[in-house]
T-cell receptor
């Protein structure tokens, strides 16, 4: 069974701080996705990374796929209250169902 | 324009009842899913349909029966509801090409069984 471990589980920081959250697995994935979910809503896709070592930027968010395609990180620069939410990573591999991590719940305090 | 919509948003019902949740997507996607998110926010796939055909059926009690009348709709019917069925249920859709299966989620249906 493929598993994705996300850390930390909870993170509370002040506005303006930087942070990194991690998504790790012992399995190789063909692609990895990051989603953000806000209370009362469905997850929203932020980015998909496909190539080992790939780095993608989305404004203040930087996503990296590990060289071996087993892990990924999300770095947020100068966090803002609007970044608050549940960050989920999900791995795709062949025809198996998308595997989701349990998420990192981020709270950015003004 | 709503991409993936679900009704109802909230559903409160008693144990033993039968209920349905409806889902529609207007993205032209060929694959639709049902996920269950528990109180700890763990998102787990239940079913997947591709062009009206069931392709994934994870370990889900047979009280749960999905139905896809066409590739834009995937409904979920639940018989004999139990307390443990209380959760948020998300419908999602994706394109199967490219094998990335990027998911577009609906707003969720919060089911409470009393």
């Amino acid at each position: 069974t493929q598993l994705l471990e996300q850390s930390p589980q909870f993170l509370s920081i002040q506005e303006g701080e930087n942070l990194t959250v991690y998504c790790n697995s012992s399995s190789v994935f063909s692609s990895l996705q990051w989603y953000r979910q806000e209370p009362g809503e469905g997850p929203v896709l932020l980015v998909t990374v496909v190539t080992g070592g790939e780095v993608k930027k989305l404004k203040r968010l930087t996503f990296q796929f590990g060289d071996a395609r087993k892990d990924s990180s999300l770095h947020i620069t100068a966090a803002q209250p609007g970044d608050t939410g549940l960050y989920l990573c999900a791995g795709a591999s062949g025809n198996t169902p998308l595997v989701f991590g349990k998420g990192t719940r981020l709270s950015v305090i003004a | 324009d709503t991409a993936v919509s679900q009704t109802p948003k909230y559903l409160v019902t008693q144990m033993g009842n039968d209920k349905s949740i409806k889902c529609e997507q207007n993205l032209g996607h060929d694959t639709m899913y049902w996920y269950k998110q528990d109180s700890k926010k763990f998102l787990k796939i239940m079913f997947s349909y591709n062009n009206k055909e069931l392709i994934i059926n994870e370990t889900v009690p047979n009280r749960f029966s999905p139905k896809s009348p066409d590739k834009a709709h995937l409904n979920l019917h639940i018989n004999s509801l139990e307390l443990g069925d209380s959760a948020v249920y998300f419908c999602a859709s994706s394109l199967a090409t490219g094998l990335t299966y990027e998911q577009y989620f609906g707003p969720g249906t919060r089911l409470t069984v009393t």
